[in-house]
């Protein structure tokens, strides 16, 4: 389709992914680790595989895999713990530089947003470039984007426009990828159903089992009879993306629901006091994320999963937002004490929800009579700022660095 001097009309939502963030983050500060097969995340028996370099994805490794699992396939591979403060601090100056090209800017995660450019005087297509020039020159980093008419469609754009893995390192890659107006369907036809959001192995193979394996076949798919395969509401979601239809807009500036960290153990731990120095690393790093956000919260929960697999959770909200670790760690080993370890715990997590404005805080006796945490939490910050994350470490932090910043979002 075309607007009335007979150019192809573009779309004005953008997805900005940056391409494999952690692992580009690392290797700016060690630049001695470029062209290796590079992964962040737990080597142990364990560890996931957070984030995978372009050598390493060659050999098939990728994010969410089983660290065993991918040095059976790439036994170079070199493990890096991850640093999720410096990706943060990192992700937050892109974010500033996204919304210097519009107000209209949506985080997904640390390293992907929506934008709405529809503002804007130069051209979708035009932007995209300008953002990945831009995000290169200031912070190293080269992302992907994708232009269309609709985030489903952006983001499957931004996709298309990375490069390729290769032993040697990424190649090829067009950087920005646009799906014109009016070209939706056209182009989406050809495309495997499990491009489509939703669609994952149980999904995949109930469609397939009618014969449906491209997204041409299933917008052609009479829609009450995909009901009786996926159940009324996926058949619509399902449908309507095959058929190019995704009104949501993009919302900005989408505070967090909540923030949590975890940490996943080499062995399984069997004691209070073991775990209570974990809690306090947790703590501090979720009460860091929660200052630098300007939030705090009132809800304190407790992740526990055990040896077999079995996971608990213990909150217990407070009658102020907190952001404090101290704090922090001293209520969730409250919890932690109305639980018994004894069988063994190989993951533990720390998490604040109801989140608001710090504003005013109103102390409690307790509050009163204690050292200023507030004051001293900010010294912390300060220092960090200037000399790094790690200039000052809570206890807990020397042998297993907690691993896991976990932010969600409302829908």
Known sequence: MGDESGNTRSGSILHVDMDAFFVSVEQLRRPELRGLPLAVGGPGTRGVVASASYEARSFGVHSAMPAVQARRLCPEI?????????????????????????????????????????????????????????????EGINCAVGVAAVKF????????????????GPTGGVGVFEVPVGEERAFLAPRPVRDIWGVGPATLAHLSRIGISTIGELAEYPLDRLAAVVGNAHSRHLHDLANAVDPRPVVPNTAPKSMSREQTFSRDLHTHEDLGAAIVALSDSVASRLRAAELAGRTVTLKIR????????????????????????????????????????????????????????????????????????????????RFGTEAIQTGGTADERPRGVGWTRPN
């Not at 985080?107 to 297509?125: N, R, T």
């Not at 469609?153 to 040697?168: D, M, V």
């Open 153 to 168: 469609l952006a983001k499957l754009g931004s996709k298309l426009a990375k490069p390729e893995p290769t032993p040697q």
């Open 306 to 385: 055990f040896g077999d697999f079995n996971t608990i959770t213990r909150s217990h909200t407070l009658t102020s937002p907190v952001d404090s670790g101290v704090v922090l760690a001293r209520e969730a080993k409250r919890l932690l004490e109305e639980v018994d370890v004894a069988s063994g715990v190989r993951l533990i997590g720390v998490g604040v929800s109801e989140l608001e404005d710090p504003g005013q805080r109103q102390l409690s006796l307790e509050d009163a009579s204690a050292p200023s945490w507030h004051d001293v939490d900010r010294a912390v910050d300060r220092i960090r700022g």
């Open 78 to 138: 070199v493990f890096l713990p991850g640093d999720h403060e410096l990706y943060s601090q990192v992700s937050d100056r892109i974010m500033v530089i996204l919304r210097s090209f519009t107000p209209l800017v949506e985080p997904l995660s640390v390293d992907e947003a929506f934008l709405d450019v529809s503002g804007a005087h130069d051209s979708p297509v035009a932007i995209g470039h300008l953002i990945r020039r831009q995000v290169r020159d200031d």
